[in-house]
């Protein structure tokens, strides 16, 4: 399984983004994806995660500015970033439960 993620650009405070997210390969039965970041000296963090039923979750630090959203026939996953921040500046990630992990895009926000 293969995740190709994209969307990702240099946006001013207050500004948006989509990044988008494909699985490719052997899929089956993929249930959980998500998104993650990392900031530069910091740990990886999840940002978001959507279930196969549409259940979501969300870091507390995007709650009410990000929207995490997929297309299940496509094995797609977006999201939506709104109001966004400098502290929101890292590479972000999509990741199958995981275990399975894109190539990272980054997003840099401007103050």
């Known amino acids: 399984v293969q995740l190709q993620a994209s969307g990702g650009g240099l946006v001013q405070a207050g500004g948006s983004l989509r990044l988008s997210c494909e699985a490719s390969?052997?899929?089956?039965?993929?249930?959980?994806m998500g998104w993650y970041r990392q900031a530069p000296g910091k740990q990886r963090e999840l940002v978001a995660t959507?279930?196969?039923?549409?259940?979501?979750n969300y870091a507390d630090s995007v709650k009410g500015r990000f929207t995490i959203s997929r297309v299940n026939g496509k094995n797609t996953v977006f999201l939506q970033m709104d109001s966004l921040k400098p502290e929101d500046t890292a590479v972000y990630y999509c990741?199958?439960?995981?275990?399975?992990w894109g190539q990272g895009t980054q997003v840099t926000v401007s103050s």
């Open positions: 990741s199958i439960g995981e275990l399975v």
């Open positions: 390969g052997s899929i089956f039965g993929i249930n959980a």
């Open positions: 959507i279930t196969g039923s549409g259940s979501t």
